[in-house]
């Protein structure tokens, strides 16, 4: 078994996080749950941090939200004193809500609409970052007609193709996100948003993918970056000063995964950004990076009630969870695989291979193929570990299902920080069809 951060099993066999019991907190709020370990969050903010700061690196680590964007996380990244990345006008408007330094605010999108952008002009967000021309030509025109200055980044996809999930591939050549390096797209976009007195280039960004376990991958996206910017440096007489090198910093879901230390990662791009730029004459860039996975995942942690199974002779067992794809549609939708405990008898030797499946009406909805686990039966308190990241912030309400909870606990001490979904709550936006639209239409 494989604990993460404070999670330990305590002298009644539970499993505790942050100094909690979980059987408590179940008792507490219920089920699904997602319990999120705070410290473990704030340990991996401040790895990061640390360690461009040992290296003397002028940089930002910007959480990139879409892993898990509510007003107290990202309430917690800025206490952290952390950058964040947003991806749309929502995410935007939790940070606004979250009372987040807007200088600090990073604005991503490979379609940001004209409302976004000015949502975006109108609260003086740190920077946008660019995706494609049209947004190019937009962004220059709004500000043209706000008379306002506007900090970007170009998004550049180097043609690396990471290895992980092509789902979460970002860098490759033929993808929907940033400027071609190779084919001219890059540079031309540089040259335009160079000669808009109302873009100020602040410079380069690219992310290649998710979940990725090597350092490879980077160090050959920021030698492209770097030797297409000592080009540039003569053809357009113009150096950024800021190279982003994104996020996908790998985490361990179970003991197929490999990642690396978040400092190995950092210091591994440093040094090979430090060489290239002495190589090709060019100053030291600011680093900017954009974890979102590797800041939260593994603080997450999801607690089912074991409801209904189903012993398919000589084939498998299904033990139904009162959650599934609604929750995490991470298994249903990469193949992603989680390791899980019972959390209410964590000290119990596995006796039973079982598969775990979620409550929805789709074959598909399992979450765990396998798993080894004591005799497991009705209300046993099941943890999948590792939830942290894309868990809440892809859940869904299919059959409509309402969206748990979430927890933090730290030091003892638990706060709920998203409420239940109730069932009125998935009704807030319906209204009733009546007889003058049936007639109208
Ligand atoms: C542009 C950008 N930055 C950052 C991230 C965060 O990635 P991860 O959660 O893998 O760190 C993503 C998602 O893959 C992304 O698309
Ligand atoms: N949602 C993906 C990764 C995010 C991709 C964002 N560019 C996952 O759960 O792994």
Redesign the pocket.
Same mark, same amino acid.
């Not at 993918?209 to 990725?212: L, T």
């Not at 994104?246 to 790998?250: A, D, E, H, K, S």
């Not at 954009?290 to 800041?295: D, I």
């Given at each position: 078994m494989h604990l993460y951060g404070t999670a330990e099993i305590n002298k009644s066999g539970h499993l505790e996080i942050g100094g909690k019991d979980t059987i408590e907190l179940v008792e507490k709020y219920g089920t699904p749950l997602y319990v999120y370990d705070v410290a473990l969050i704030r340990k991996r903010a401040r790895a990061f941090k640390q360690t461009f700061e040992k290296l003397g690196i002028k940089a930002q680590v =910007?959480y !990139?939200s879409? !892993?898990f964007s509510t007003i107290a996380m990202l309430q917690l990244i800025k206490e952290e004193g952390l950058s964040l990345?947003v $991806?749309s006008g929502g995410e935007l408007f939790t940070a606004l809500k979250a009372d987040f330094p807007v200088e600090k605010i990073h604005f991503?999108g490979n379609n940001k609409s004209e409302d976004e952008l000015v949502m975006a002009l109108e609260h003086r967000v740190g920077c946008i $970052?660019v995706d494609n021309f049209h947004e190019l030509h937009m962004l220059h025109h709004l500000c043209q007609e706000r008379q306002q200055v506007v900090n970007i980044l170009i998004?550049v996809t180097p043609g690396i193709e990471a290895h992980t999930h092509d789902y @979460?591939l970002?860098g490759q050549e033929d993808s929907k996100?940033g400027f071609d390096l190779q084919n001219g797209q890059a540079e031309t976009a540089l040259q335009l948003a160079v000669e808009s007195k109302f873009l100020n280039v602040l410079g380069l960004?690219c992310?290649i993918? %998710?979940? @990725?376990f090597e350092t490879t991958g980077f160090i050959l996206a920021a030698k492209k970056i770097l030797e297409k910017m000592a080009e540039w440096q003569t053809s357009l007489g113009f150096t950024p000063k800021v190279l982003n090198l #994104?996020?996908?910093?790998?985490i361990r879901y179970t003991d197929e995964d490999t990642p690396l230390d978040p400092a190995h990662y950092v210091e591994e791009m440093i040094q090979e950004v430090r060489k290239a730029t002495t190589r090709l004459s060019l100053p030291m860039p600011e680093i900017w990076i954009?974890? #979102?996975? %590797?800041?939260v =995942?593994d603080a997450g942690t999801t607690l089912y009630s074991i409801g209904s199974s189903k012993e398919v002779p000589n084939i498998r067992k299904y033990v139904a969870v009162d959650g599934g794809m609604t929750d995490n549609l991470r298994p249903a939708l990469y193949d992603a695989k989680y390791e899980a405990i019972l959390a209410n008898r964590a000290n119990e030797e596995p006796k039973d291979l079982v598969s775990i499946a979620g409550k929805c009406c789709e074959s598909g909805d399992m979450l765990i193929w396998d798993l080894s686990l004591p005799d497991v039966g009705t209300n046993d308190i099941l943890a999948v570990f590792c939830t942290g !990241?894309?868990g809440y912030s892809m859940a869904n309400n299919y059959n409509r299902i309402p969206r748990p909870p979430v927890v933090f606990v730290e030091n003892g001490h638990d706060q709920l920080v998203v409420q239940r979904e109730t069932y009125e709550d998935l009704l807030r936006l319906d209204l009733p069809f009546t007889e003058k639209t049936q007639h109208t239409s």
């Open positions: =910007a !990139a879409k !892993a990345d $991806v991503h $970052v998004r @979460i970002t996100f960004h992310h993918g %998710s979940q @990725i #994104g996020g996908g910093f790998g954009e974890p #979102g996975r %590797s800041l =995942a !990241a894309y």
